[in-house]
């Protein structure tokens, strides 16, 4: 079991702006351990072993299919809150009655769509899931319609998002407690992938587990996949995020807008390239204590290679 009335939560807003870097993160503090539950996860140090490990990641996408074969659509409450706690999705408008268009990535059954369909009438969302039994229960709500949305199924970290979503053309990509549950390896690559549907200078919304929260606290010893990382009985996974996760997507996000943006021959090989060095030593610098960082350094080397690449094509 698992619950998300949680008392300890990142909320981050990620705005993709390349002329003044702007992001806002309303991250909730982390909440603060009691000396016996600080020891209780101080003890907690035996990890999973790698066979299982290697299993609940190829298993990830059954193990959630299987939770909605479960549950169905009565698991998760509603989300009410969405236009409450983030105020971007009126405030990105240029006009008043101006049509959004979302992407709610990893929608599950709707919890978070369908509220915000009914509550702002003016919006076209996409969305999104890898189990296709929760793709089938939004397909069923009698709420859905293809005039206000279209969901499909997708493997965020896999399946390219441009196959159903033109390139450039969503104002908000949601992201509500889905990043938790997808290794911390491979988070960057669903950035990577809403960055593509993304109309530049607009915003990714993000809204997951914080660190120790309740839900953290709850896992008994044999559940710990790895730092903040953690396995429940049904095989689904989550992810607690600390502060600096949120600051390395919002580098992240930064760092791709910086590709594309600079990649335009605004500068010339030589000045992009220590540009880019810069980024990567500065976030460097914030990520060295975590893992993932090095993640994050792969696929900067990957895009100084496609853009060298790219260079000796358009750059005489
Ligand atoms: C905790 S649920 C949240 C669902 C929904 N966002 C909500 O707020 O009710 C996490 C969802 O992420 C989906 N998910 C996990 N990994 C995914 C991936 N790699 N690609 C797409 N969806 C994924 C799961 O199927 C599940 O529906």
Redo the contacts with the bound molecule.
């Keep these: 079991m698992f619950h998300e009335n949680t008392s300890a939560d990142c909320l981050t807003t990620v705005t993709t702006s390349t002329e003044d870097g702007a992001f806002q993160t309303k991250g909730r503090n982390t909440r603060l351990l009691s000396p016996e539950e600080a020891e209780r996860l101080a003890k907690d140090r035996v990890l999973v072993s790698d066979f299982k490990q290697l299993k609940l990641e190829k298993e990830?996408q059954k193990n959630?299919d299987l939770f909605y074969k479960r549950n169905s659509t009565n698991f998760?409450k509603d989300?009410h809150w969405t236009t409450r706690e983030f105020q971007e999705l009126k405030a990105c408008r240029e006009f008043a009655d101006q049509k959004l268009t979302i992407l709610e990535a990893?929608?599950?059954v709707g919890?978070?769509l369908f509220p915000l369909l009914e509550e702002d009438l003016n919006i076209f969302a996409y969305a999104?899931?890898?189990?296709p039994r929760?793709v089938e229960y939004v397909k069923k709500n009698a709420l859905y319609s293809t005039e206000r949305c279209k969901v499909f199924q997708?493997?965020?970290?896999k399946d390219d998002l441009l196959e159903n979503i033109p390139a450039d053309s969503v104002d908000v990509v949601t992201l509500?407690?889905?990043l938790s549950?997808?290794h911390p390896d491979k988070m960057h690559l669903v950035l990577k992938n809403i960055y593509k549907i993304l109309k530049p200078g607009k915003c990714v919304l993000f809204r997951d587990y914080g660190l120790y929260d309740h839900a953290m606290l709850r896992f008994k010893s044999g559940s710990k996949l790895g730092e903040n990382f953690y396995v429940r009985q049904d095989g689904t996974r989550s992810y607690f995020f600390t502060t600096g996760d949120c600051q390395m997507f919002v580098y992240f996000i930064c760092l791709l807008f910086l590709l594309l943006f600079m990649g335009g021959c605004l500068l010339d090989r030589q000045d992009f390239m220590e540009l880019l060095l810069l980024y990567k030593l500065h976030v460097y610098s914030i990520m060295q204590q975590e893992q993932k960082f090095l993640n994050l350094l792969d696929f900067i080397q990957i895009c100084c290679i496609n853009e060298k690449e790219q260079s000796s094509v358009k750059v005489q």
Excluded: K
Aim: hydrophobic share 50%.
């Design positions: 990830a959630w998760f989300r990893g929608c599950g919890n978070c999104c899931d890898f189990s929760a997708c493997d965020l970290t509500i407690f889905v549950a997808i």
